[in-house]
């Protein structure tokens, strides 16, 4: 299984952007779909997570109320993260993540995915 995501460039600060994250390989029966960040100089960190039913999310604490996460299993895209009034902190490398077990606490951690996508770059700056 190999992931893509795509979607990052560059916005304003108060602006908004919408990321994918679309497999190639046979990505049945997945648990969760995360999404992680990476700023220059810091270490990977969580962001937010989705099961495959769609009816559990978790949100790191930073973007609560401001990113939103779906998932299609119908079709290519795997999973969006749509991120809202963006600030210039959000600025990182976002990688998308699969696994096929994790439970709602465990998916914050980058250890429980087994297939990670290349990153985009979200850079947030006026």
């Known amino acids: 299984v190999q992931l893509q995501a795509s979607g990052g460039g560059l916005v304003q600060p108060g602006g908004s952007l919408r990321l994918s994250c679309s497999p190639s390989?046979?990505?049945?029966?997945?648990?969760?779909m995360g999404w992680f960040r990476q700023a220059p100089g810091k270490e990977r960190e969580f962001v937010a997570a989705i099961n495959w039913r769609g009816d559990r999310k978790v949100f790191a604490d930073p973007v609560k109320g401001r990113f939103t996460i779906s998932r299609n299993n119908a079709n290519k895209i795997m999973a969006y993260l749509q991120m809202q009034s963006l600030q210039p902190e959000d600025t990182a490398v976002y990688y998308c993540?699969?696994?096929?077990?994790?439970?709602?606490?465990?998916?914050?951690?980058?250890?429980?995915?087994?297939?990670w996508g290349q990153g985009t770059q979200v850079t947030v700056s006026s």
């Open positions: 390989g046979r990505t049945d029966l997945w648990n969760f």
């Open positions: 993540a699969m696994t096929y077990g994790g439970t709602y606490d465990t998916v914050r951690n980058s250890y429980q995915y087994d297939y």
